[in-house]
């Protein structure tokens, strides 16, 4: 009946709301410590890192299509090199520990979810409409492109994955702002709230995490339209320098759900991959690529949380503005 239509429009336009969560970084800084991996690491190191490292693509494809004629030393090598190039990207925001042996766990599982939001980006920034991208746990991953908005400032795509959920991609241009003040206006709750606030309910950093890379826990309860139950996510979240300059903030929902229990008021939404990559552009610009990997749980299927995402492309300019707005006027107060 008509209360049924309603409710179907609701799921596909709520289903892109997700899109564009991105939750708050914690005002306290902390400080940046470098890490010194072995110049020489021991052949077991690279035996406990085959699994994750292999696959990640830094620009380098030829890499993996000769890796068959290569000889033992060689592929040793080339994982050496990996490794050091991994740490390179992950030093401005990694810890010093203190043996200074090996890369930790936890950096090579922060390392693995920035080549893979790297890797998304670089697929869609390519105009192509198919090729492979690197999931989060480093296996490739055949994608199809389906390109959703391309103007002036402002680009979306959406990514479909063979039996996964789709990937949400959108790039935009903000003017007149820096790289801080679009990190402030994203990651302060508080700045958050006064130009994003509509897409939260609850917005909270629940816990800060002692490791090698700047981590927190942040929960977020997000609005449903209509009689449609609200989402909630727990994530964990880093913060990591890229080789650019630039910065990325990267998510993923929590398997441990003990510091926010789930409840019957809310469905658990599950966030596989999640972030932002933000840098500048030749002319100045400030680029924000956020990509999100999301299934909202409950009964809303795939392709419905796909349509919300086709839907949710005439909202990405007016966010973008909006965000440009906020960092000049905060700009304005403080001269």
């Given at each position: 009946?008509?209360?049924?239509?309603?409710?179907?429009?609701?799921?596909?336009?709520?289903?892109?709301?997700?899109?564009?969560?991105?939750?708050?970084?914690?005002?306290?800084?902390?400080?940046?410590?470098?890490?010194?991996?072995?110049p020489?690491?021991?052949?077991?190191?690279?035996?406990?890192?085959e699994?994750?490292?292999?696959?990640?693509?830094?620009?380098?494809?030829?890499?993996f299509?000769?890796?068959?004629?290569?000889?033992?030393?060689?592929?040793?090598?080339?994982?050496?090199?990996?490794?050091?190039?991994?740490?390179?990207?992950?030093?401005?925001?990694?810890?010093?520990?203190?043996?200074?042996?090996?890369?930790?766990?936890?950096?090579?599982?922060?390392?693995?979810?920035?080549?893979?939001?790297?890797?998304?980006?670089?697929?869609?920034?390519?105009?192509?409409?198919?090729?492979?991208?690197?999931?989060?746990?480093?296996?490739?991953?055949d994608?199809?492109?389906?390109?959703?908005?391309q103007?002036?400032?402002?680009?979306m795509?959406?990514?479909?994955?063979?039996?996964?959920?789709?990937?949400?991609?959108?790039?935009?241009?903000?003017?007149?702002?820096?790289?801080?003040?679009?990190?402030?206006?994203?990651?302060?709750?508080?700045?958050?709230?006064?130009?994003?606030?509509?897409?939260?309910?609850?917005?909270?950093?629940?816990?800060?995490?002692?490791?090698?890379?700047?981590?927190?826990?942040?929960?977020?309860?997000?609005?449903?339209?209509?009689?449609?139950?609200d989402?909630?996510?727990?994530?964990?979240?880093?913060?990591?320098?890229?080789d650019?300059?630039?910065?990325?903030?990267?998510?993923?929902?929590?398997?441990?759900?003990?510091?926010?229990?789930?409840?019957?008021?809310?469905?658990?939404?599950?966030?596989?991959?999640?972030?932002?990559?933000?840098?500048?552009?030749?002319?100045?610009?400030?680029?924000?690529?956020?990509?999100?990997?999301?299934?909202?749980?409950?009964?809303?299927?795939?392709?419905?949380?796909?349509?919300?995402?086709?839907?949710?492309?005439?909202?990405?300019?007016?966010?973008?503005?909006?965000?440009?707005?906020?960092?000049?006027?905060?700009?304005?107060?403080?001269?």
């Amino acid at each position: 009946g008509q209360a049924s239509r309603f409710r179907s429009l609701g799921l596909l336009c709520w289903g892109g709301c997700l899109k564009r969560l991105q939750l708050p970084w914690p005002s306290k800084s902390s400080s940046t410590i470098i890490i010194e991996p072995d110049p020489e690491p021991e052949l077991s190191a690279y035996e406990e890192l085959e699994s994750g490292l292999l696959n990640i693509s830094d620009g380098e494809d030829d890499f993996f299509d000769a890796r068959s004629e290569m000889s033992e030393n060689d592929r040793l090598a080339s994982k050496s090199s990996k490794v050091s190039r991994q740490s390179s990207r992950l030093e401005k925001a990694a810890s010093k520990t203190t043996s200074g042996s090996t890369l930790s766990p936890e950096t090579i599982e922060v390392s693995q979810r920035l080549e893979s939001l790297l890797s998304i980006k670089k697929l869609c920034h390519s105009g192509k409409t198919s090729g492979s991208a690197t999931s989060k746990d480093c296996k490739s991953m055949d994608v199809e492109v389906e390109t959703l908005l391309q103007v002036a400032g402002a680009q979306m795509w959406l990514c479909h994955v063979k039996d996964g959920i789709d990937i949400g991609c959108s790039t935009v241009l903000v003017e007149g702002v820096t790289v801080t003040e679009v990190v402030e206006a994203l990651h302060n709750p508080e700045e958050r709230l006064r130009w994003d606030g509509g897409n939260f309910r609850t917005f909270e950093v629940v816990s800060a995490v002692n490791g090698p890379v700047q981590q927190d826990i942040v929960y977020c309860v997000m609005p449903a339209p209509g009689m449609l139950t609200d989402r909630d996510v727990l994530q964990d979240r880093w913060k990591v320098s890229l080789d650019d300059g630039g910065l990325a903030i990267l998510l993923q929902s929590r398997l441990d759900n003990s510091l926010r229990p789930e409840t019957s008021q809310r469905i658990r939404a599950f966030t596989h991959v999640s972030g932002y990559l933000i840098c500048v552009t030749s002319d100045g610009s400030v680029e924000i690529t956020a990509v999100s990997q999301t299934n909202l749980g409950g009964s809303i299927p795939a392709w419905v949380q796909s349509q919300g995402r086709r839907l949710a492309k005439s909202k990405l300019l007016p966010w973008a503005r909006k965000l440009e707005s906020h960092c000049q006027a905060v700009r304005q107060r403080k001269d």
